[in-house]
């Protein structure tokens, strides 16, 4: 018996793509791209201690020791917290302005906050370690800073070619990169 939906009688490289579904909504925080193969990696080693942790727990209240089970419990929490947030680091855009997601805290520009947005070769951070390589980073120039460029001092690069989410991807971070500056150009 065949069964067609299981063949390859069709080219898969235009079906799962970065953009954004034609019906979705452009006032909901979007990520422009997808998060990273190292990115994920991280997260599931984080998740993979937290389920070590829980099952400790999980043994510690069979030995009538509730206070390790909760200092286990509550570690595991934390690396459950932290492994949610490192996936949700990165851009974000919709209709109201960009967002950059950090570990510890986010920033949020308006677009009309916004001067320019570009992608320039500079030496960036690999994998945010101290190393750094020569590569490509997205630039965000604020409309309200003033630097020696003239218009305004750039903020931290919103992405580069060298991060846990492109890191020997390029065509992603250059769809990505393309993206972002297509959102700075028709909303600003």
Known sequence: MPLPFL?????????????PLPYADRDRWRRPYRPG?????????ELLLAS???FA?????????????????????????????????GVWVS???LRQVHLLH????????????????????????????????VLVVPAGRRGRGGAGAPLRPLLTDSNADFLSRPEAFDRAADTVEAWATELR
């Open 106 to 137: 986010t920033v949020t520009l308006a677009w009309d906050e916004i001067a320019a947005v570009r992608t320039v070769q500079q030496p960036v951070k690999w994998l945010a370690l101290p190393r750094t390589v020569q590569g490509q980073a």
């Open 37 to 45: 193969p190292w990115r994920v990696l991280m997260a599931a080693l």
């Open 57 to 89: 727990t999980v043994i510690m209240l069979l030995a009538d020791s509730v206070t390790g089970a909760l200092t286990c419990a509550g570690v595991a929490v934390g690396f459950i917290l932290a492994a949610l947030r490192l996936l949700r680091v």
């Open 7 to 19: 063949t390859a009688d069709r080219d898969f490289g235009d079906v799962a793509g970065d953009a």
């Open 95 to 97: 209709a109201h302005g």
């Open 52 to 54: 070590y942790l829980l």
